[in-house]
């Protein structure tokens, strides 16, 4: 201990102090200049992605993490260097460490790599309504991981981002005003015209339904025990869509009950034959011969 603290000693701490210093200052003067560069840069790169209509949320991440994680990563890689240490062996024990946490965390990976494939090729926005398999309802948030939805009976679902990739995606709300196509069979025997005209006038009037494009009435197939027509209405919202898919079956219901056209119960018909000549009439024909 007494031979540390001898003037020798002391001295010899002193030089290497002196000598350690100027690499010091540099590496403290490069985290500076990246501090300096961000705070220069991150407003107008964050201000250009904006204007190329990026979403927010991504525009935040983009310069508020990732930007800034990058330089900070710089600065000190090189900060590093200036003080004598091995950066490169200590960026190869980084890269075992990550390529170990890649292979741990791979679906979150894949599952942060579809939330920017998402904010950048915007399927949907937050507040549309959509479909992902079986799965219908309101966006109500996106983050980089998951997509979270409300349902129309208020239940809160996160659904992977890697999912909603991989599945076919229905965006309700693209395209503001949409159509329902809403099937409704009448018997064989009542007049399609009548019915469509019958029809049409229940539907006109009714709430969230649009006049323009107007309804209208299609036979969509003939069945096998009824003409199965299509009762097609435009809604402006899709907010309104399950309201105006229950609303509208009721209301078609009761006008063709007021009007008398039948909308008949699936049936099976049956045609059976006398079977009993023709059995002895073949019988005889494939007779012993004289």
């Not at 904010?119 to 219908?136: H, M, N, R, S």
């Not at 229905?170 to 009548?194: F, Q, T, W």
């Not at 509208?248 to 034959?273: N, T």
Request: hydrophobic share 50%; with cysteine.
């Amino acid at each position: 201990m007494s031979s540390l603290l001898s003037p020798d000693s002391l001295e010899a701490l002193w030089l290497m102090l002196i000598a350690f210093m100027p690499k010091l200052l540099a590496a403290v003067l490069i985290l500076l200049a990246f501090w300096v560069i961000y705070k220069v840069l991150a407003r107008p790169l964050r201000a250009l992605l904006e204007r190329s209509a990026m979403d927010n949320t991504l525009v935040r991440l983009l310069v508020d993490s990732i930007f800034r994680f990058l330089l900070i990563f710089v600065a000190v890689v090189m900060a590093a260097g200036q003080i004598g240490i091995n950066v490169g062996a200590a960026l190869a024990g980084l890269g075992v460490a990550g390529i170990a946490v890649g292979f741990a965390a791979q679906d979150s990976l894949a599952n942060t790599i579809s939330g920017f494939m998402i904010f950048w090729d915007k399927p949907f926005l937050v507040g549309d309504w959509i479909t992902v398999g079986e799965q219908y309802g309101k966006v109500a948030d996106i983050t980089l991981r998951t997509t979270r939805i409300r349902t129309p009976q208020n239940t809160y679902v996160v659904i992977p981002n890697k999912n909603i990739i991989d599945e076919v995606l229905v965006n309700h709300s693209k395209h503001g005003e949409m159509r329902l196509d809403l099937p409704l069979g009448i018997a064989y025997k009542e007049n399609v015209p009548r019915a469509r005209e019958v029809l049409l006038e229940a539907v006109k009037d009714m709430p969230h339904v649009v006049s323009r494009p107007a309804p209208d009435v299609v036979v969509d197939e003939l069945g096998d025990s009824s003409v199965n027509l299509l009762v097609r209405v435009w809604i402006a919202n899709a907010n309104d869509e399950m309201e105006v898919r229950y609303s509208v079956p009721e209301a078609c219901k009761l006008a063709l009950d007021a009007a008398g056209i039948e909308i008949p119960f699936p049936h099976l018909q049956l045609f059976v034959d006398e079977v009993r000549d023709k059995a002895v009439e073949s019988l005889s024909r494939v007779g012993p011969k004289p």
